[in-house]
């Protein structure tokens, strides 16, 4: 990064110099007006805009850091982008919304190479932007309860950066205890690992700093931007590789996880399903039968095909109901109402109707058409069977239909 500045300063100086010797005509000391209240509409347009570059030497493609940034970044309107320059990139949003989110969180990264981002009004020349550094979110752990003072966390906060927020009780998604703050961390400084709190009468104590999240850095020298193999000639052995993973934080794993073992607790109001049956269960499941042996699926069955309701509560050996399984009955279909008298001394057992098992019933009573009824009933002939009636006798012709429809 200091080779690219001191590009830009002998650019610089080089133009100054051919400046002095340079004559300029008069049509070219023409000036362009631009009045007042343009000046304001234009600076109301700028509002929401940003710069950016990305903190490294390497090449890149500007289409594919636009795209990776639209894609994190998932904005409500699709910003305007355009190259300023050598790793100079100015964003336009179209709301206060999408602007505080590019500008004020993050931090954002591409290709694991930090993305400084810097309010931008639009006057300034982009090569002038001065880039501070990148806010991240970072740890202070093994803080006494005693001391665990917005005071003491603020003065212990500024020898890592400049503080922006500080979160005394925050929700505990890293391992360990700790106080979180955001703040900015100047890629031209190497990262801080601890900070010290000196306390009368009991001495120093050394706090270990952990990062949530952080681009790549050196091991050796602690700087952001490169790799420890792309320090100086990159040959270092472990006991100079004074940075590591170590000073990233952990994500916590969450400690209730759920046991198969446990069994199945219902929600209220969602145990039953549609038609009266078991609904979804709500909470950890009971594990299922491994083994044959565990189902029972060995176990002697009584005589004849059985059927049970596991939804029915035992009341006793009554109605042959056995009380371990729950209802069970024998799946004969003989009617429990049948009656065992002897029929014409045969020993045929009648069921309830009457009707002699094997025998061939009787034929069902002929139709009779509604209107022949009518006529039976109208001439009041009562001792006609209607069930003796052969349809011949009884079917209508179809002129006598016709009639009966005319005279209706």
């Known amino acids: 990064m200091e080779t690219a500045a001191a590009a830009t300063s002998s650019k610089g100086a080089a133009l100054d110099d051919l400046l002095k010797h340079l004559v300029l005509r008069d049509d070219e000391k023409e000036d362009v007006m631009i009045a007042a209240e343009q000046v304001k509409e234009f600076k109301k347009e700028a509002w929401w805009m940003a710069i950016a570059k990305v903190h490294t030497t390497r090449s890149f493609s500007a289409e594919a850091l636009f795209g990776k940034m639209k894609a994190i970044w998932n904005l409500s309107r699709e910003p305007n982008c355009r190259e300023a320059g050598e790793n100079l990139f100015i964003f336009q949003m179209h709301c206060l919304g999408d602007w505080k989110k590019v500008v004020h969180q993050g931090p954002w990264t591409f290709r694991g190479w930090a993305v400084l981002i810097e309010d931008y009004d639009g006057c300034v020349d982009p090569e002038k932007v001065a880039f501070g550094g990148m806010y991240t979110w970072a740890q202070i752990h093994g803080l006494p309860e005693l001391y665990r003072k917005i005071p003491i966390v603020d003065n212990l906060s500024r020898k890592i950066g400049k503080t922006k927020e500080v979160q005394m009780s925050p929700k505990l998604l890293f391992e360990g205890n700790y106080v979180r703050l955001r703040v900015l961390i100047e890629v ?66 969450s400690v209730t996880q759920p046991d198969s073992r446990s069994p199945i607790i219902r929600d209220r109001g969602r145990d039953r399903g549609r038609g009266n049956r078991p609904g979804r269960a709500v909470g950890t499941f009971q594990s299922r039968k491994s083994s044959s042996q565990e189902a029972d699926l060995d176990a002697d069955e009584e005589d004849g095909e059985t059927m049970t309701s596991p939804l029915k509560t035992t009341t006793g050996a009554a109605d ?15 009617n429990e109402n049948s009656s065992t008298e002897d029929i014409g001394g045969a020993g045929q057992v009648a069921n309830a109707g009457g009707q002699i098992p094997g025998e061939v019933p009787p034929p069902p009573p002929a139709y009779i058409d509604p209107r022949e009824r009518a006529k039976i009933r109208k001439t009041g002939d009562s001792k006609v069977d209607t069930n003796t009636v052969s349809e011949n006798q009884l079917a209508p012709s179809a002129a006598s239909l016709e009639e009966d429809r005319r005279a209706q």
């Open 320 to 334: 042959g109901m056995d009380s371990d399984t729950g209802v069970r009955r024998n799946l004969n279909f003989v």
């Open 188 to 253: 031209e400084k190497p990262l801080s690992r601890f900070v010290f709190l000196n306390i009368e009468g009991e001495g120093r104590k050394m706090l270990f700093v952990k990062y949530e999240k952080l681009p790549y850095f050196c091991r050796h020298c602690g700087l952001i931007g490169h790799d420890h193999e792309e320090c100086g000639d990159g040959d270092w052995e472990e006991k100079d590789l004074q940075y590591g993973t170590w000073m990233l934080a952990s994500r916590r794993t």
